[in-house]
Nanobody, 129 residues
Framework: QIQLVESGGGSVQAGGSLRLSCDDS????????????MGWFRQAPGKEREGVAA???????TYAESVKGRFAISKDNTDNILYLQMNSLKPEDTAMYYC???????????????????WGQGTQVTVSS
């Protein structure tokens, strides 16, 4: 059974940095010989959940325009951990951040939340001005 567990959230001042981690214990390989996509999403109070960054099994990486140049997604395939390095944080980055996984397929828009099968419980990121 796949479980995603996020960690690394916290409270920082604007301009600060955080690194989020997502441990996808239980995942070894999907039915298509290791095809997968993993992503970070966030949801602020009163807003819809939005894609932040995603990576797929071909190494393709996509970022939301609002985080380009500030955030970096990476995956440690040895330990099955997904990371999100967040630099130059802004108050508008404040949200609950979720890790997500689709272990069966890759789609064209890997930031589309409806294509993900597994979700973590989230980790809160709060950026003060």
């Amino acid at each position: 059974q796949i479980q995603l567990v996020e960690s690394g959230g916290g409270s920082v001042q604007a301009g600060g940095s955080l690194r989020l981690s997502c441990d996808d214990s239980g995942y070894t390989a999907g039915p298509y010989a290791g095809v997968y996509m993993m992503g970070w999403f966030r949801q602020a109070p009163g807003k819809e959940r939005e894609g932040v960054a995603a990576i797929d099994s071909d190494g393709r990486i996509t970022y939301a325009e609002s985080v380009k140049g500030r955030f970096a997604i990476s995956k440690d395939n040895t330990d099955n951990i997904l990371y999100l390095q967040m630099n130059s944080l802004k108050p508008e980055d404040t949200a609950m951040y979720y890790c997500a996984l689709n272990s069966e397929a890759v789609v064209d828009d890997i930031l589309e939340k409806t294509d993900y099968l597994y979700w973590g419980q989230g980790t809160q990121v709060t950026v003060s001005s």
